[in-house]
């Protein structure tokens, strides 16, 4: 039984078809790769799983639940939580005051403080900087706050959104690592990126979305070594 499960979705914007039937599914403990060029519909997916947008047509299942009629505030507590595209860090707080957003289910204040320190063992960088202004952040700094933010929610699944973009070598490989270190912790991964070589790299499996439709799916490893893959979306 998948932790999430996903058939059929179709998502329009107005005329425009953007998911046209999509079919996929996650299994717990997994790190779930989305590759696919701009416009593809990864954002849309995302955006439809954790409830921004409702789909025209197709289910999602999530522990059981059917998502689709479940409110966006009840899907965060039912353990999915989402690091949106561009961060979208909350710029005129500080960094401790949007971790504590990321916690806003959570009541109790010691579960708090011992969520907050293993954040900060894991970002060593948001604890330094816990009084700045997240605005004043660096590109990948922001996006470890998002991270962070959103790891303060517990989740059972984390939904990233091209967590690498815009950032260097250096800071994608980081980010890149950590996202393997949380899920060895037991996190589930769904994973959106243009950076098709490094998702698929600590990915456990991989769908290609190509203009609202999956195109092709299989274990990571085989479609690194797909020729068509190869030519498409590793620049060879
Ligand atoms: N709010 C919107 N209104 C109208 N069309 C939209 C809207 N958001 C997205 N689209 C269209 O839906 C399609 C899918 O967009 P989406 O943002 O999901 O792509 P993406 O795969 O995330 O692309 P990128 O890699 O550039 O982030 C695109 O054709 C886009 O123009
Ligand atoms: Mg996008």
Do not use: C, W
Request: proline share 3%.
């Amino acid at each position: 039984m998948a932790l999430l499960d996903v058939q059929n979705l179709s998502v329009n914007y107005g005329v425009i078809k953007a998911l046209k039937g999509i079919s996929f599914h996650v299994d717990k403990g997994e790190i779930v790769a989305l590759i696919g060029a701009n416009g593809a519909g990864k954002t849309t997916t995302l955006h439809t799983l954790s409830g921004l947008l409702k789909p025209e047509s197709g289910t999602i299942t999530y522990k059981d639940q059917n998502l689709v009629t479940t409110p966006g505030h009840k899907i965060v507590s039912l353990g999915m939580a989402h690091v949106p595209e561009g961060r979208r860090v909350f710029k005129d707080m500080t960094v401790l005051q949007n971790l504590k957003m990321g916690a806003y289910t959570r009541k109790d204040t010691a579960e708090f403080q011992s969520t907050l320190e293993m954040v900060y063992k894991r970002f060593p960088r948001l604890e330094e900087r816990k009084e700045q202004l997240s605005g004043t952040l660096s590109g990948g700094e922001q996006q470890m706050l998002a991270m962070g933010r959103a790891l303060m929610s517990h989740p059972d699944i984390i939904l990233m959104d091209e967590p690498s973009m815009g950032l260097s070598p250096i800071f994608v490989n980081e980010i890149f690592s950590i996202i393997e270190d949380v899920n060895k912790d037991g996190v589930t991964v769904l994973l959106v990126e243009q950076n098709a070589r490094k998702a698929l790299t600590i990915a456990d499996r991989a769908y290609v979305l190509e203009t609202g439709s999956i195109v092709k799916e299989g274990n990571a490893n085989d479609l690194l070594n797909d020729e068509s893959i190869r030519k498409a979306y590793l620049g060879e």
